[in-house]
C-alpha cells in the first residue's frame, strides 16, 4: 500500500518537473526572441537599391534621369498625395488586413502552403505589402527558401521602424506598374497622364492590378486582360467595404482615356544626354558603373530643362514616327561651353545610338564658315572679294591633280562676293578661296575651334567632305557666337555622394581668343543673310524673331543647319543610319527643327543684337564696283569689315570723281553706318 501512495506523488513531481521544463524553455525562447527582436530592431536596415541609384540633376537642381541599368524612374510623392480610391483599391487586391498584421498574415500563408501542396507548386502567394516592399527593396525575386527568410526579416524590422502610413507610402512609391513606371505618380502620368491624386475609380482599379503581372495586365500590350484584372480590384473593393456595387458596375462600365502609347514613349527624359554623361563620368572621372548604380551620386549638369524639353517636343513633332529618318540636336551656351539640349536620335527606346556624337557624317556646305573665318582672319579675302561662280575645273597638288565641284541644281551666279556665296552656298566660291588661303590652314582653324574629328586638308574640305559630329559643329560656331572666344563643351558641374558632400566642382573655365574678334563678327553678319532672301535658310526666316546667324549643308545623304544666337549655338542632322540617300523633301527638316527650337528655347529671352567688337568698320559699298559708294551710285549695300580692309577708293562709276576716304570721314561713316544698320534691324 505504501507503494501505492508513491506512485500518485512521482507522476505529480515528473509533471512538475516538465512544467517547469516547459516554463523554462518557454522563457528561453522568450528572451532569445526578446534578444531577436532588440537586434533586428537596433540593426539598420540595408540601403535601399532605389535610394542607391545615382541620379541626373539639370541646372536648376532638378532630377531628370536615374541611372539604373533597368530603366527604373520612379517619381516620390507623400500618401496625401495620392487618391484614396487607388489606395483602397491597392489594399483591397493586394492585402486587406495590412492594417491589422505585424509584417506577415499567418492566416494567410497557411492558406497559401495548402494551396501549394495540394497542387505540388507555387500557385499561390502570401506576400503582404510590407514583404513585397522588402522583396523590392533589398533582394532579388529568386524562389528560394534563403530569400523568404531574408523577407520576414526585413519586413519585421521595416515594421518596427515605421508606422503603417509610412510603410504603404513607400510601397506605392516603388512598385513595378511596368513600362519603366516605378510608384504610383509615374504610373498616372505614363498611362493617363495626371497626377496620382487626381485618379478616377475606374483608372485606381486598373493600375491596382498591373504589379501582380506588369506585362500581361499592361493596358498597352493586353487591354482585354487589364480590364478584366480591374473588375476583380472593384469587386475586391466591393467585399472590403470600400464602395458599393453600384460604383463598381459605373466604373467597370467607364471608358479608359488611356493616353497614346506613342506619346508617352516619347516623353523627354534627357536619355541620350544622361548616357553622354555616363561616358564623360566612367572615362573622365573614372566613376565605375557600380558607383553609379550604387554610389547615390547627385551629378549636376549643364542641361537647360526648358531648352532640353523644346528639343524633344520639336523634334518628335518634324520627325515622322514611321520613317527610318534618324536626326540629332545639341545646342550649347556660347559664353560658358555649357551643353543646355541634346537629343541624338527621335525615339531613344528604338534607337539608343547617340547621333549628337557620330563622327561619321559630313557636314557638307555647313563647314564653309570655318573655311571663310579662316580667309578673314589671314586678311587675305573680305566680304566683298569675288569670284566667277561658273564651272570650273581647279588643278591642285602642283597642277597634278584636278577637281570639278557643281552648284546645286547647276545653278551658277557669274561674279559674286562672298556674303552672296555663303547665302546662295556656293561650291565654286568655296573651293576658290580654299585653294588661296590653304586646306592646311583650314584645318588648323577647325582644330583651334575644336574639331577635333580628322580632316583631310584637300580642295573638297570646302564643301565638308569630312566627317564630322553634330556636337563639334555647335561647339565651333559658338566660337563665333562668342566673339572668337573658345569655351570646351562642358556638361558636368558638381558632383556630390550620398550624403551631400560635395566632391567635384568644375573649374571655372575662361576662354581662349582662338580667332580676331572682328573676324567673327564680319563673318556672323554675312551668315545673317543665310535667312534672308535668296538665301538657304529662307524658308524659316518667319518662324524666327531675333538676330540668328547660320549655315545649311546638304549631301546626298546628309542635311544640316548649324547656326547660332549670341545666347545659343546649335546644330541639327537630319539622315540616315545606313547611310541612304535623303529626297528634297527630308533635306528639309533640319532648319524647321532649328528654326522652332531656338525660338522656343529662348521664349523668356528678350532678342538680342550680336555684340560689336571695336576693330569693325561699317562703309556702304557700290555692289557694281566693290568700291565705296558715294552720292551717285544708285545702289548702295551696308558692308562691315576688319579695319584696316575696307576699300581706301570711292566709286567713279557714276559721275562722280574718284577719291579717297580720309581718316575722319571714315570714323563719321563708320557711326552713321552703325546707327543706320540698328534701326534697320530694329524695325524690321
Same mark, same amino acid.
Given at each position: 500500500?505504501?507503494?501505492?501512495?508513491?506512485?500518485?506523488?512521482?507522476? %505529480?513531481?515528473?509533471?512538475?518537473?516538465?512544467?517547469?521544463?516547459?516554463?523554462?524553455?518557454?522563457?528561453?525562447?522568450?528572451?532569445?526572441?526578446?534578444?531577436?527582436?532588440?537586434?533586428?530592431?537596433?540593426?539598420?536596415?540595408?540601403?535601399?537599391?532605389?535610394?542607391?541609384?545615382?541620379?541626373?540633376?539639370?541646372?536648376?537642381?532638378?532630377?531628370?534621369? *536615374?541611372?539604373?541599368?533597368?530603366?527604373?524612374?520612379?517619381?516620390?510623392?507623400?500618401?496625401?498625395?495620392?487618391?484614396?480610391?487607388?489606395?483602397?483599391?491597392?489594399?483591397?487586391?493586394?492585402?486587406?488586413?495590412?492594417?491589422?498584421?505585424?509584417?506577415?498574415?499567418?492566416?494567410?500563408?497557411?492558406?497559401?502552403?495548402?494551396?501549394?501542396?495540394?497542387?505540388?507548386?507555387?500557385?499561390?502567394?502570401?506576400?503582404?505589402?510590407?514583404?513585397?516592399?522588402?522583396?523590392?527593396?533589398?533582394?532579388?525575386?529568386? %524562389?528560394?527558401?534563403?530569400?523568404?527568410? %531574408?523577407?520576414?526579416?526585413?519586413?519585421?524590422?521595416?515594421?518596427?521602424?515605421?508606422?503603417?502610413?509610412?510603410?504603404?507610402?513607400?510601397?506605392?512609391?516603388?512598385?513595378?506598374?511596368?513600362?519603366?513606371?516605378?510608384?504610383?505618380?509615374?504610373?498616372?502620368?505614363?498611362?493617363?497622364? %495626371?497626377?496620382?491624386?487626381?485618379?478616377?475609380?475606374?483608372?485606381?482599379?486598373?493600375?491596382?492590378?498591373?504589379?501582380?503581372?506588369?506585362?500581361?495586365?499592361?493596358?498597352?500590350?493586353?487591354?482585354?486582360?487589364?480590364?478584366?484584372?480591374?473588375?476583380?480590384?472593384?469587386?475586391?473593393?466591393?467585399?472590403?467595404?470600400?464602395?458599393?456595387?453600384?460604383?463598381?458596375?459605373?466604373?467597370?462600365?467607364?471608358?479608359?482615356?488611356?493616353?497614346?502609347?506613342?506619346?508617352?514613349?516619347?516623353?523627354?527624359?534627357?536619355?541620350?544626354?544622361?548616357?553622354?554623361?555616363?561616358?564623360?563620368?566612367?572615362?573622365?572621372?573614372?566613376?565605375?558603373?557600380?558607383?553609379?548604380?550604387?554610389?547615390?551620386?547627385?551629378?549636376?549638369?549643364?542641361?537647360?530643362?526648358?531648352?532640353?524639353?523644346?528639343?524633344?517636343?520639336?523634334?518628335?513633332?518634324?520627325?515622322?514616327?514611321?520613317?527610318?529618318?534618324?536626326?540629332?540636336?545639341?545646342?550649347?551656351?556660347?559664353?560658358?561651353?555649357?551643353?543646355?539640349?541634346?537629343?541624338?536620335?527621335?525615339?531613344?527606346?528604338?534607337?539608343?545610338?547617340?547621333?549628337?556624337?557620330?563622327?561619321?557624317?559630313?557636314?557638307?556646305?555647313?563647314?564653309?564658315?570655318?573655311?571663310?573665318?579662316?580667309? /578673314?582672319?589671314?586678311?587675305? /579675302?573680305?566680304?566683298?572679294?569675288?569670284?566667277?561662280?561658273?564651272?570650273?575645273?581647279?588643278?591642285?597638288?602642283?597642277?597634278?591633280?584636278?577637281?570639278?565641284?557643281?552648284?546645286?541644281?547647276?545653278?551658277?551666279?557669274?561674279?559674286?562676293?562672298?556674303?552672296?556665296?555663303?547665302?546662295?552656298?556656293?561650291?565654286?566660291?568655296?573651293?576658290?578661296?580654299?585653294?588661296?588661303?590653304?586646306?592646311?590652314?583650314?584645318?588648323?582653324?577647325?582644330?583651334?575651334?575644336?574639331?577635333?574629328?580628322?580632316?583631310?586638308?584637300?580642295?573638297?574640305?570646302?564643301?565638308? *567632305?569630312?566627317?564630322?559630329?553634330?556636337?563639334?559643329?555647335?561647339?565651333?560656331?559658338?566660337?563665333?557666337?562668342?566673339?572668337?572666344?573658345?569655351?570646351?563643351?562642358?556638361?558636368?558641374?558638381?558632383?556630390?555622394?550620398?550624403?551631400?558632400?560635395?566632391?567635384?566642382?568644375?573649374?571655372? *573655365?575662361?576662354?581662349?581668343?582662338?580667332?580676331?574678334?572682328?573676324?567673327?563678327?564680319?563673318?556672323?553678319?554675312?551668315?545673317?543673310?543665310?535667312?534672308?532672301?535668296?538665301?538657304?535658310?529662307?524658308?524659316?526666316?518667319?518662324?524666327?524673331?531675333?538676330?540668328?546667324?547660320?549655315?545649311?549643308? *546638304?549631301?546626298?545623304?546628309?542635311?544640316?543647319?548649324?547656326?547660332?544666337?549670341?545666347?545659343?549655338?546649335?546644330?541639327?542632322?537630319?539622315?540616315?543610319?545606313?547611310?541612304?540617300?535623303?529626297?528634297?523633301?527630308?533635306?528639309?527638316?533640319?532648319?524647321?527643327?532649328?528654326?522652332?527650337?531656338?525660338?522656343?528655347?529662348?521664349?523668356?529671352?528678350?532678342?538680342?543684337?550680336?555684340?560689336?567688337?571695336?576693330?569693325?568698320?561699317?562703309?556702304?559699298?557700290?555692289?557694281?564696283?566693290?568700291?565705296?559708294?558715294?552720292?551717285?551710285?544708285?545702289?548702295?549695300?551696308?558692308?562691315?569689315?576688319?579695319?584696316?580692309?575696307?576699300?581706301?577708293?570711292?566709286?567713279?562709276?557714276?559721275?562722280?570723281?574718284?577719291?579717297?576716304?580720309?581718316?575722319?570721314?571714315?570714323?563719321?561713316?563708320?557711326?552713321?553706318?552703325?546707327?543706320?544698320?540698328?534701326?534697320?534691324?530694329?524695325?524690321?
Amino acid at each position: 500500500m505504501a507503494g501505492q501512495h508513491h506512485k500518485p506523488y512521482k507522476r %505529480k513531481k515528473m509533471l512538475y518537473r516538465l512544467a517547469m521544463s516547459l516554463f523554462g524553455l518557454l522563457g528561453v525562447f522568450l528572451i532569445i526572441g526578446g534578444i531577436l527582436l532588440a537586434y533586428l530592431y537596433i540593426t539598420p536596415l540595408p540601403m535601399a537599391e532605389t535610394q542607391r541609384y545615382s541620379r541626373l540633376m539639370d541646372n536648376r537642381g532638378n532630377v531628370i534621369a *536615374t541611372f539604373s541599368s533597368n530603366g527604373h524612374t520612379s517619381e516620390q510623392i507623400q500618401l496625401e498625395d495620392i487618391s484614396p480610391l487607388l489606395i483602397n483599391a491597392t489594399l483591397a487586391i493586394e492585402d486587406r488586413k495590412f492594417y491589422d498584421h505585424p509584417g506577415f498574415d499567418l492566416r494567410g500563408m497557411a492558406r497559401a502552403l495548402l494551396v501549394n501542396l495540394k497542387h505540388m507548386d507555387s500557385k499561390q502567394g502570401a506576400s503582404t505589402l510590407t514583404q513585397q516592399l522588402a522583396r523590392n527593396l533589398y533582394l532579388s525575386h529568386e %524562389k528560394t527558401l534563403v530569400r523568404k527568410l %531574408k523577407e520576414a526579416k526585413f519586413a519585421i524590422q521595416l515594421e518596427m521602424k515605421y508606422d503603417k502610413d509610412e510603410i504603404l507610402e513607400m510601397y506605392l512609391n516603388e512598385i513595378y506598374y511596368g513600362h519603366g513606371a516605378y510608384g504610383i505618380e509615374s504610373a498616372a502620368q505614363l498611362y493617363f497622364d %495626371k497626377s496620382a491624386k487626381d485618379l478616377t475609380l475606374a483608372e485606381s482599379a486598373m493600375l491596382a492590378g498591373i504589379p501582380k503581372g506588369p506585362t500581361y495586365y499592361s493596358p498597352y500590350n493586353h487591354m482585354n486582360n487589364a480590364v478584366q484584372r480591374q473588375k476583380i480590384v472593384l469587386h475586391a473593393m466591393v467585399e472590403t467595404g470600400f464602395i458599393t456595387r453600384s460604383e463598381a458596375d459605373k466604373a467597370a462600365s467607364e471608358k479608359i482615356a488611356l493616353q497614346p502609347k506613342d506619346r508617352q514613349q516619347n516623353k523627354g527624359i534627357a536619355s541620350f544626354f544622361r548616357d553622354y554623361v555616363r561616358g564623360i563620368l566612367i572615362n573622365e572621372f573614372n566613376i565605375t558603373e557600380q558607383q553609379l548604380e550604387q554610389g547615390g551620386l547627385d551629378i549636376y549638369t549643364t542641361v537647360d530643362p526648358q531648352a532640353q524639353k523644346a528639343a524633344e517636343e520639336i523634334v518628335e513633332k518634324e520627325m515622322d514616327s514611321k520613317s527610318e529618318l534618324e536626326t540629332a540636336l545639341v545646342s550649347i551656351d556660347p559664353r560658358n561651353g555649357h551643353i543646355k539640349a541634346m537629343v541624338g536620335g527621335k525615339d531613344y527606346r528604338k534607337n539608343q545610338y547617340n547621333h549628337a556624337l557620330a563622327k561619321t557624317r559630313q557636314p557638307g556646305s555647313a563647314f564653309k564658315p570655318i573655311m571663310y573665318l579662316t580667309a /578673314l582672319d589671314s586678311g587675305q /579675302l573680305t566680304g566683298i572679294s569675288t569670284f566667277n561662280s561658273q564651272p570650273t575645273l581647279f588643278h591642285y597638288d602642283n597642277n597634278r591633280k584636278t577637281y570639278k565641284p557643281s552648284n546645286f541644281g547647276d545653278k551658277y551666279f557669274g561674279e559674286i562676293n562672298m556674303r552672296q556665296a555663303i547665302a546662295a552656298s556656293d561650291n565654286i566660291y568655296a573651293v576658290n578661296t580654299i585653294l588661296q588661303i590653304g586646306a592646311e590652314e583650314v584645318v588648323k582653324m577647325a582644330e583651334k575651334m575644336g574639331i577635333t574629328s580628322p580632316l583631310e586638308p584637300v580642295p573638297s574640305l570646302a564643301l565638308g *567632305t569630312s566627317p564630322i559630329s553634330p556636337l563639334e559643329m555647335a561647339s565651333a560656331f559658338a566660337v563665333l557666337a562668342n566673339n572668337g572666344q573658345r569655351i570646351p563643351p562642358i556638361a558636368v558641374l558638381r558632383i556630390t555622394d550620398a550624403i551631400g558632400r560635395t566632391v567635384y566642382n568644375a573649374p571655372e *573655365t575662361k576662354g581662349e581668343q582662338v580667332v580676331d574678334p572682328a573676324a567673327a563678327y564680319v563673318l556672323t553678319r554675312m551668315m545673317e543673310d543665310v535667312f534672308e532672301t535668296g538665301g538657304t535658310g529662307r524658308r524659316v526666316s518667319s518662324l524666327m524673331k531675333r538676330p540668328v546667324a547660320g549655315k545649311t549643308g *546638304t549631301t546626298d545623304t546628309d542635311a544640316w543647319l548649324v547656326g547660332y544666337t549670341p545666347e545659343l549655338s546649335t546644330a541639327v542632322w537630319v539622315g540616315y543610319d545606313k547611310g541612304r540617300k535623303i529626297s528634297s523633301s527630308e533635306s528639309r527638316r533640319a532648319a524647321p527643327i532649328f528654326a522652332q527650337f531656338t525660338e522656343k528655347a529662348l521664349e523668356n529671352v528678350p532678342p538680342k543684337i550680336f555684340p560689336i567688337p571695336d576693330n569693325v568698320i561699317s562703309v556702304y559699298i557700290d555692289p557694281e564696283t566693290g568700291r565705296r559708294a558715294d552720292a551717285d551710285c544708285p545702289e548702295k549695300s551696308l558692308e562691315v569689315f576688319i579695319k584696316g580692309t575696307e576699300p581706301e577708293q570711292y566709286c567713279d562709276d557714276h559721275g562722280g570723281k574718284p577719291k579717297k576716304v580720309k581718316p575722319e570721314e571714315a570714323v563719321k561713316q563708320e557711326e552713321r553706318s552703325w546707327w543706320s544698320d540698328f534701326k534697320r534691324w530694329w524695325l524690321e
